[in-house]
């Protein structure tokens, strides 16, 4: 595992701020806001002298029933090789539902939703992660995602579910140190339960970020200070394993360069200063506990020795467990497995398999993902009811926490908007949003957006329709002429007509 050091987010907002910060081993940039022909200079400027950079994706839904679409793969690749990155992360996660595979309108999330932890969901996203990996021209990692809502009736735990999807396709793992602390308050899971059960030598890099609690319920904002008790769960990563990087996130709400070095110093002083786990005995383990004058970041110990420490991998415990449950009830047929290559290593095709019959039917996996992801997505964006055993009042939170950032994303991508309508903004969008769903990114649900307000509530203020419309018409395209398109240059004609 290549090692990283300690690294920061690159946004364009504090691009000159990391440029500055001492002791930035690497950065990592949002695979989707980087063009390989138009790298900002400021990244040209860091790879010149030797700073690592890893595009970061956020498009992929690699854990979607759909398989992995070929052009972003394609794009995705593009920038590794734009960048000379080292590595590629992504989520495990859905980030868009519906379609072919329902026979319904498709649907987009905005935001990374969680898989269920059942066999068949991760049988699908198992055969996704090889599609990408044969994609991609550099390692591929996960990252463990925070969530809001828990499935009903899921077989494994988080930490059981990245063990068993890194045994069957050797993937690599990002594990967000925030996103535990984030399960942790808002479903109840333990991190360090979950860390017990990773494989933590296939750990690529770790993520820290700050968030807030309100009313209950933690929202993992990326733009509020890192607090102790995600520190805390750093810690514990660290008494378990060197991560070969560790990473801090900061997405808004930009703080002072030297607040920013600040929690990279208190990042720092987590991993050197970091508690020796006792053993049942109350002796340290051998290896962990504070030693002065170590290299925080120094090279861990090989697959082999790490597994003869922790014992047998969460994966083979997993099944170990399952070999001793009651059979589970009859499953009518399963469609045919898919192989594994013999790339992935010896056995990687029996595992593939295994656990895949749990719930199939000759419908398939992917068509029983599909029809329970967009059951969920439909519920959350388009006011469709809530599927069994989800609780709906989580459901409600999470929709509205949607729709906060779909319009915050889009006053992002296209500022002029939030600027033409002022104050009227917000309400404005809750309104669209409510009555249409996002259906193909953020870029497109901008150009939706202003053309319902013209064609359907266009507003009062004259200057405001016309500013909208020359807004609307600079940045569609060309588009068929269809019945709102004619409505905009009708609704702009009358625009010049009063001006007159």
Not at 72 to 83: F, H, K, T, Y
Not at 455 to 479: E, F, I, K, M, Y
């Amino acid at each position: 595992m290549e090692r990283l050091g300690i690294g920061i987010g690159w946004r364009p907002e504090i691009a000159d701020t990391v440029e500055r910060l001492p002791g930035i081993d690497w950065v990592e940039a949002v695979a989707e806001n980087i063009c390989p022909g138009h790298i900002p200079e400021s990244l040209l400027r860091l790879r010149a002298r030797g700073t690592k950079v890893i595009p970061h994706g956020v498009s992929l839904g690699l854990g979607g029933a759909d398989r992995p679409d070929a052009g972003r793969l394609a794009d995705l690749a593009a920038r590794v090789e734009a960048l000379g990155s080292p590595l590629v992360t992504e989520h495990i996660a859905f980030v868009r539902a519906g379609g072919p595979l329902t026979a319904s309108p498709r649907l987009e999330a905005g935001h990374l939703l969680p898989v269920p932890r059942t066999w068949e969901s991760l049988h699908v996203l198992c055969e996704n992660v090889r599609v990408a990996q044969d994609s991609l021209p550099v390692p591929l990692a996960l990252e463990n995602i925070a969530a809001l809502i828990n499935w009903p009736g899921e077989e494994m735990t988080e930490g059981q579910f990245l063990a068993e999807l890194v045994e069957r396709t050797g993937v690599r793992l990002l594990i967000d140190v925030a996103n535990l602390h984030t399960n942790r308050v808002n479903r109840g899971e333990d991190p360090a339960a979950a860390l017990d059960e990773l494989p933590v030598e296939a750990i690529a890099y770790v993520h820290v970020a700050g968030g807030v609690e309100k009313d209950g319920v933690w929202h993992d904002t990326h733009g509020h200070p890192v607090t102790r008790p995600i520190l805390d769960i750093l810690a514990e990563l660290r008494s378990r394993t060197d991560p070969p990087g560790v990473l801090l996130e900061r997405d808004e709400n930009f703080p002072s360069p030297a607040e920013l070095a600040a929690e990279l110093a208190e990042i720092r002083t987590t991993l050197t200063a970091r508690r020796a786990r006792p053993t049942t005995d109350g002796t340290p383990r051998p290896g962990e506990g504070h030693v002065e004058g170590t290299n925080p970041l120094a090279a861990p110990a090989p697959r082999g020795e790490a597994r003869a420490a922790g014992g047998p991998g969460a994966g083979a415990r997993l099944r170990e467990r399952n070999a001793e449950r009651a059979d589970p009830p009859p499953a009518t047929p399963a469609a045919p497995r898919a192989t594994a290559s013999a790339a992935r290593g010896p056995g990687s095709g029996a595992r593939l398999g295994e656990g895949a019959g749990r719930g199939e039917s000759a419908a398939g996996p992917r068509a029983h993902v599909a029809l329970a992801q967009t059951a969920l997505l439909s519920a959350l964006v388009a006011g469709t009811p809530a599927p069994e055993g989800f609780d709906s009042t989580r459901l409600r939170v999470q929709s509205r926490a949607l729709v906060g950032k779909r319009a915050d994303v889009v006053a992002k991508v296209a500022p002029e908007l939030a600027k033409i309508l002022g104050d009227g903004y917000r309400a404005a969008f809750y309104a669209y949003a409510k009555s249409l769903p996002m259906s193909d990114g953020y870029r497109r649900d901008a150009l939706d957006f202003a053309e319902r307000l013209l064609v359907t509530d266009p507003p009062a203020d004259a200057s405001v329709r016309r500013r909208l419309s020359h807004w609307w018409q600079d940045h569609s395209g060309p588009r068929p002429t269809g019945r709102a398109t004619r409505i905009v240059r009708a609704a702009r004609a009358a625009i010049t007509r009063e001006a007159k």
